[in-house]
């Protein structure tokens, strides 16, 4: 099934704003906000909102933009054994290791969900932000992982052979 071009477009889109730009964006509101927190605290009198909004901003910034990394394959990894094996034995491992992360991500998705809607009743201290809104990438994490977990495996197994198709 072959997928109409615009809607391609906006896919990629949605999928920029979600992995590029909203990090971007929490990174350059954490910075500011940090920066703030150091002049007014050598300046003139120590402010608690930069710190709350910081923390917050890290959570979305780390996140989201660790979803970029998926999308690159730029994550750290430790490689030593898996690079020592043959392409098929590599294809093998990367096959049962997003398995294994694939099982994992599904079953903390309801309880993870569950706890974040719970969390909307919590505000923060200062800037009184609906706590679930802070722990809300989390969900965005994990339905974009499990989507291109689930794109890796389909991808790795059709290049094996495995399902029938070469």
Known sequence: ????????KIGRLLVDIIEVYIPVATFIIL???FMSQIVARY??????W???????????TALLGGLYAKRDNS???FSMVYDAVKPDTQRLMRIAGNILMLFAFILAFVPSWEYVSFMSY??????????????????IFLADMIVRVIIDIVHDVKSSGIGGAA
């Open 122 to 139: 919590k505000k923060s201290d200062v800037l009184l932000i609906p706590m679930n809104i802070a722990f809300f990438p989390f969900m």
């Open 1 to 8: 099934m072959k997928i109409p071009q615009p809607l391609m």
């Open 50 to 60: 930069p710190e709350e909004l910081s923390l917050i901003c890290f959570v979305w």
């Open 75 to 77: 994550h750290v990894a």
């Open 31 to 33: 910075f500011v906000s």
């Open 43 to 48: 300046f003139f009198k120590p402010l608690l």
